[in-house]
């Protein structure tokens, strides 16, 4: 019987390691009663790009935020990289977080720093020399086009930029997994595009990408998984897919 | 915390002082107007006490003896007063040093006199530490075999006694409420300042940043400020009391019993008090308000 646990928890344990994302009857209800989340299942393998779409109030941010462990669920299994955020400490949680990439609709760039130190902030977090911060910083602003302009503060940038700082940001200590909430949701064409290829281009080297949008040509040009929300709950995952706005 | 960390801690605290200017002017201002007001009173405080202390030291008993007293008994009358814990000092005025004071008064008039009028004045000046205990000595010494006659101003004790006790009071009201008041002000500005700055540290926390990553920076940032803002009042007040001091002795001559605490006897204690109180609330504020936005 014990042995049969034993396998049992083993095998689980090699499945979860299968997945960036691992959720399993996730919930999650607000403090005012109002449900969020019901029943969520959701696996993103590693390697995978997957969309996550839905009208707004579907409860999108709410899944971005749980992931980041942001929010703790009211019930169910949450593995991200390996790390079961239903039981992890407060003190591991910015061990999780460096494993992780996010970028945000708004940017969220230090204000106050420049490019440079904004990219090396993330390097600085995670105890990186300064060594290698001036030999990662300077090559991943040349990858999302920025190199010369690493001296320049968030307000002297177009949208465009902005995001693609972030997302050197969020790329720089080479996540397992990059989590991209409405990235393109500020930005003209030309620069969706251009933010759509790079995370092609960072999914195309390993890392786990999931965005969440309700941009359906954006959806729809890509051609990839989507996993549609609505009303908290999960209601279609296809390979492939297409999305529709209903907004 | 790794030497790489505590000099990002250093530089960043630094720099954030200069880089949120209004912050740290505001915050600086408001320690330094509390301090200052809060080591005026201080200041003052301590030199009524001290005035009040030497007005004290100056009252004294004067303790006369039965005639025919023989030396030998004196004697014993001073051991007897020097072992008495309210004593401060005493001194013993013999009969020829009280005729020798007074005919220097008397002037030509003294050389009338064939024998020493005081022959019988011959007397112990008692000094107290505490004028409180005036009464306490008086009754030992109406005890003692020996004393004649004792003199002792009741009123100049009383008076003296009732405005230190009151002195006590009010001064410990008024610093107690100062205090409070600056810490209150000091605290809601280093608040304010910190939270303004709540999505930097929720970007921070985003990225993977630990608490105290987070945390020391700003901690280190109010602490400079709070070190700051202690500082200058405390430069000012020194330089001040010694104008203040020196214009009262100069100028205002009919002030001349009012005896000042050197500069440094008050300075020597409200700087690093002063300096403790900045550093300390720049730590505590800083500390607990970042903590609130830290749960993310």
Sequence with gaps: MAETKRKRRETEANNISDYAIYLENVCKTFSDGVPALSDINLKVKHGEFVFIVGVSGAGKSTLIKLLLRELKADSGTIYVNGFNLMNIKHGRIPKFRRTLGVV???????????????VAFAQRVAQKSEREIRRNVPGILSLVGLAGKYKAKPKQLAG??????????????????????????????????????????????????????????LVNDMKKRVVTIKQGMIVSDDENGGYFDED | MKIRTFFYTIEQGVIGVLRNKWFTVATVATISACLFVFGIFSTIAVNVAYIVKNAEQNVSVTVFFDEGISDE??????????????????????????????????????????????????????????????????????????????NKSDFTADTLTGINMVLVYVFIGII??????????????????????????????????????????????????????????MWLLYYLYGIATNLINEKFAFLSFLTFLPAWDIFVYLIPFSLCIGVGIGFVGSFFTVHKHLRV
């Design chain 2, 73 to 150: 008994r004196i004697e014993e009358i001073g051991e007897l007063i020097g072992r008495r814990s309210e004593v401060g000092r005493y001194e013993l005025i013999t009969a020829e040093e009280a005729w020798e004071d007074f005919s220097e008064v008397l002037g030509e008039y003294a050389d009338s006199f064939t024998e020493n009028p005081l022959e019988n004045c011959a007397n112990y000046q008692i000094y107290l530490n505490d004028v409180t205990k005036q009464s306490q000595l008086v009754s030992y010494l109406d005890g003692v075999e020996g004393i004649r006659k004792i």
């Design chain 1, 160 to 217: 465009g930029e902005q995001q693609r700082v972030a997302l050197a940001r969020a790329l720089v200590n080479q996540p397992k997994l990059l989590l991209a909430d409405e990235p393109t949701g500020n930005l003209d064409l030309f620069n969706t595009a251009e933010i759509m290829r790079l995370l092609e281009t960072v999914n195309e080297n390993g890392t786990t990408v999931v965005v969440v949008t309700h941009n359906d040509k």
């Design chain 1, 104 to 118: 945000f609709q708004d940017f969220r760039l230090l204000k106050d720093r420049n490019v440079y130190e904004n």
């Design chain 2, 176 to 233: 107690l409420i100062l205090f409070a008041v600056s810490i209150f002000l000091i605290n809601n500005t280093v608040t304010m300042g910190i939270s303004v700055r709540k999505e930097e540290i929720t970007i921070m926390k985003y990225v993977g940043a630990t608490d105290f990553f987070v945390r020391a920076p700003f901690v280190f940032e109010a602490m400079i400020i709070g070190l700051i803002g202690a500082a200058i009042p």
